[in-house]
């Protein structure tokens, strides 16, 4: 199983430009390497969340982009995560307009699974309404797969709940950048401690590879990158992460890595230990 990291710099307001800059990165990673099977792109990737007025990308994201993303897919016969599209939800109960929104394109062009980001960044909760559904997974030719979105990361709670649901392959699209928090003022390397640490024990946790897509720029705008494919067991595949302007990358997984889940599972017993009647916290 190849996957392509695509961290791609993303134009804060040229929804436009951004689509064809993710053409590009995937035609670019498919003409360099004809067996990728899935390529992943970063969170938001029309257009920053902040934006005063978002409704100009928002519109189309669905009806536009989604189907054009769908039929670059369907032309090159690839599996495509176009990291999330932020969409208009003007029925939402709380009266937020926006939903986040990650989607899994297969070889055909069609739509296999959804996710909807259910945990929010504190800046972007005035204007998205997070997932109402439980997590879940869907069935890929990658066996039982899953998305989570960036901040998700921070908690181990969904990683377990797929875990339960015996999943296979996480995807995570992202926009985590160093400068979010004032952790700075502590250590101006945070964030990246934290992703550096986090994404391989949650690969552990939940039992699955977990290909996180980080959004790609200028590490002095604070963005740092970190992008990889974690297992269990394996940790980091390749010793591969991303610094933030590196290119993107292709990620062999190789055909046995889901002898490696196996064997974390006989090894930690993870999933066994939580579907026993008698183990509680």
Same mark, same amino acid.
């Given at each position: 199983?190849?996957?392509?990291?695509?961290? @791609?710099? @993303?134009?804060?307001?040229?929804?436009?430009?951004?689509?064809?800059?993710?053409?590009?990165?995937?035609?670019?990673?498919?003409?360099?390497?004809?067996?990728?099977?899935?390529?992943?792109? +970063?969170?938001?990737?029309?257009?920053?969340?902040?934006?005063?007025? =978002?409704?100009?990308?928002?519109?189309?994201?669905?009806?536009?982009?989604?189907?054009?993303?769908?039929?670059?897919?369907?032309?090159?016969?690839?599996?495509?995560?176009?990291?999330?599209?932020?969409?208009?939800? =003007?029925?939402?109960?709380?009266?937020?307009?926006?939903?986040?929104?990650?989607?899994? @394109?297969?070889?055909?062009?069609?739509?296999?699974?959804?996710?909807?980001?259910?945990?929010?960044?504190?800046?972007?909760?005035?204007?998205?309404?997070?997932?109402?559904?439980?997590? *879940?997974?869907?069935?890929?030719?990658?066996?039982?797969?899953?998305?989570?979105?960036?901040?998700?990361?921070?908690?181990?709670?969904?990683?377990?709940?797929?875990?339960?649901?015996?999943?296979?392959?996480?995807?995570? +699209? *992202?926009?985590?950048?160093?400068?979010?928090?004032?952790?700075?003022?502590?250590?101006?390397?945070?964030?990246?401690?934290?992703?550096?640490?986090?994404?391989?024990?949650?690969?552990?946790?939940?039992?699955?590879?977990?290909?996180?897509?980080?959004?790609?720029?200028?590490?002095?705008?604070?963005?740092?990158?970190?992008?990889?494919?974690?297992?269990?067991?394996?940790?980091?595949?390749?010793?591969?992460?991303?610094?933030?302007?590196?290119?993107?990358?292709?990620?062999?997984?190789?055909?046995?890595?889901?002898?490696?889940?196996?064997?974390?599972?006989?090894?930690?017993?993870?999933?066994?230990?939580? *579907?026993?009647?008698?183990?509680?916290?």
């Amino acid at each position: 199983m190849k996957v392509a990291l695509l961290q @791609i710099a @993303i134009e804060h307001n040229n929804p436009e430009d951004n689509y064809l800059a993710a053409e590009r990165a995937v035609r670019t990673a498919v003409a360099g390497d004809p067996a990728i099977d899935l390529a992943v792109l +970063p969170e938001f990737l029309l257009g920053n969340p902040e934006l005063p007025e =978002p409704t100009n990308f928002s519109e189309t994201a669905e009806h536009e982009y989604l189907k054009r993303f769908q039929a670059l897919a369907r032309e090159l016969r690839i599996n495509l995560v176009p990291g999330t599209l932020s969409q208009l939800h =003007p029925t939402s109960a709380d009266g937020l307009p926006l939903v986040n929104i990650a989607y899994w @394109i297969d070889r055909t062009g069609a739509v296999l699974g959804s996710y909807v980001k259910k945990n929010l960044w504190h800046p972007e909760r005035a204007r998205y309404t997070k997932g109402p559904e439980p997590h *879940s997974v869907f069935e890929t030719e990658f066996g039982r797969t899953a998305f989570l979105i960036c901040w998700d990361v921070m908690f181990a709670e969904p990683f377990l709940m797929l875990s339960d649901l015996n999943v296979d392959l996480i995807v995570v +699209p *992202s926009y985590w950048l160093g400068n979010d928090g004032a952790g700075q003022s502590h250590n101006p390397d945070s964030e990246r401690e934290f992703l550096r640490h986090a994404l391989p024990t949650r690969a552990f946790e939940a039992g699955a590879a977990v290909v996180y897509v980080n959004v790609g720029g200028d590490p002095d705008a604070g963005y740092i990158g970190l992008s990889q494919v974690a297992l269990p067991l394996v940790g980091v595949k390749d010793d591969v992460v991303l610094g933030p302007t590196d290119p993107p990358r292709v990620i062999d997984l190789g055909d046995n890595w889901k002898e490696v889940l196996a064997d974390a599972e006989r090894i930690y017993k993870i999933r066994a230990d939580r *579907s026993d009647d008698a183990w509680h916290y």
